[in-house]
Structure formats: C-alpha cells, structure tokens
C-alpha cells in the first residue's frame, strides 16, 4: 500500500515545516595552550593538544 494523506497540506504548512531544515554554524572554542579555535572535545590540529596535554606530535 501507498501512503495516502487525509487530506491535503497547503503550501504555507508545507513551507513552513521544511524551513527547519538549516545548516548550523560548528561550536568554536579556544585552545589552552595556543589559543587556535578548534571544535570542543578534539585535539587541537595546531599543537597537538588536548586537555592540556600534548597527544599528538606536530611537526612545525
């Protein structure tokens, strides 16, 4: 079987149901220890850094 609405939606309720769908701007936060803005809860690309401890080696 299909799917069959009871009865029509008009275009404003259409509309307006699908504006919903936007894009968010990601969450920025500083770095500790360079203060480079990297995504929360992720190792700085920059020094390497999480938590205020070195993770990962960069290369300069």
Do not use: F, Q
């Not at 939606?9 to 360079?34: F, H, I």
């Not at 203060?35 to 938590?51: E, I, S």
Request: glycine share 4%.
């Amino acid at each position: 079987m299909s799917i069959c609405p009871k009865n029509r939606s008009s275009k404003g309720r259409r509309d307006r149901r699908r504006a919903n769908w936007k894009l968010a701007a990601p969450s920025l936060s500083r770095c500790s220890k360079c203060g480079a803005l990297v995504m929360p809860h992720r190792v700085c690309k920059n020094c390497g850094t999480y938590n205020k401890r070195e993770v990962i080696k960069v290369e300069d």
